[in-house]
């Protein structure tokens, strides 16, 4: 039923993460799941639109894709999974728009977010998670 499973991760929210662990081991358990594992490098312009300026020297983009690809590997690990179902990735810009993009370039099935911290202009949901939620073209399930 559920073939191509999009799981994104922040990988500073461990405590998010833990959450939303158990959910895709017991899918995985119940059909024959492809997991794929998303997090995001937000872009320099989307930290802008939160209003956050920038120290002169600025990061390298593939230094920041090298540091993340360490910590994202081992929060990977903390999945029971086999490794020939659990498929990485990772892309820069909004993680919004990179969720639904990668959602729809791998035919998801299902899209199992964590949400977190909501504001009085998200109500109920994270603004990422609401996102998803509001503009994917697959199932969305949402570990509160």
């Known amino acids: 039923m559920y073939k191509t499973v999009l799981v994104p991760i922040d990988i ?20 024959d799941t492809y997991v794929h594992f998303l997090t995001v490098i ?35 690990k903390r999945f029971n999974l086999p490794e020939d179902r659990i498929m990485p990735h990772i892309m820069t810009g909004t993680p ?25 202009t998200t109500f109920l949901l994270g603004s990422n998670a609401a996102a998803v939620v509001r503009h994917a073209t697959c199932l969305v399930l949402v570990v509160r």
């Open 12 to 31: 500073s929210e461990n405590e998010l993460t833990q959450r939303v662990v158990a959910h895709v081991e017991a899918l995985a358990k119940l059909h």
């Open 42 to 76: 937000p872009s320099y312009p989307y930290y802008t639109t939160l209003g956050v300026t920038y120290p002169a020297g600025l990061p390298d983009i593939e230094e920041m894709k090298r540091n993340t690809s360490a910590a994202f590997t081992e929060v990977i």
């Open 96 to 120: 919004k728009e990179q969720i639904l993009k990668l959602a729809d370039s791998l035919d998801a099935d299902l899209i199992i977010i964590g949400s977190h911290r909501p504001s009085a």
